[in-house]
């Protein structure tokens, strides 16, 4: 059980990726952790299609990149560090996201997280369906000593990457996870004070267990 805390609480978001292949059995353990997860009235709606080829990935991160361009390069530069981030882990992190950006399609092998809607709208609790399975799998990509990090930045071009991906009629995406061998090591996520984000029966009210 320890273990499994201590998984949570180093999985942070690892965007520099060795291009070495990973074992695809490896990337089956991912799967079947994604498809354990909870998912509305167990409908499992879910499915994830694996994106190995270069040609397809270069299409994507043509507007991957674009959108760091307008809109994501923009927000890093303006924006002061999260809770829990001092500025010199946030300029890392900036420079993390950048690397990532060029070498999007170097990662070995994604993992798109999709929801066949069928003729059904997405509506508010649809990732509900989808992110606890994403989740899963970051945790157990952690576990097997993989990177991995949680990207959505490609629905800002949703309708040009998901024709890139060849997704059907009816299938959404909701994440592509990059996945490869890390090039820096594991260690503890970045976050602010539970005290700042957690009340008790009125907004606002500190949880008093936590004084």
């Known amino acids: 059980m320890d273990d499994l805390f201590e998984i949570m609480q180093t999985t942070r978001s690892m965007r520099r990726l060795k291009p070495d292949p990973v074992p695809d059995e490896l990337i089956r353990k991912i799967l079947e952790a994604g498809a354990c997860a909870a998912n509305g009235g167990n409908t499992q709606r879910w499915r ?4 190995k080829d270069g040609e397809i990935k270069q299409a994507v991160q043509m507007w991957y990149k674009r959108a760091f361009e307008e809109v994501v390069g923009p927000r890093y530069a303006t924006s002061a560090p999260p809770p829990g981030v001092s500025p010199e882990r946030y300029k890392r992190q900036h ?3 950048e690397y990532l950006t060029e070498h999007y399609h170097e990662a070995p092998v994604w993992i798109v997280a999709c929801i066949d809607e069928g003729t059904a709208r997405p509506t508010r609790w649809s990732g509900a369906s989808i992110y606890p399975a994403v989740q899963n799998m970051l945790l157990a990509a952690r576990a097997l000593g993989l990177g ?6 490609h629905l800002l071009y949703e309708r040009e990457t998901e024709a890139a991906m060849g997704l059907p009629e009816g299938v959404h995406s909701y994440a592509i996870l990059p996945i490869g061998y890390p090039m820096g090591r594991f260690g503890p996520v970045g976050r602010g004070k539970l005290s700042d ?4 029966d009125k907004w606002g009210q500190p949880y008093r267990a936590l004084n």
Do not use: E, N
């Open 197 to 200: 984000i957690v009340f008790q």
């Open 48 to 51: 994830f299609l694996i994106i």
């Open 95 to 97: 420079s993390a996201v």
């Open 148 to 153: 991995c990090t949680l990207t959505t930045r």
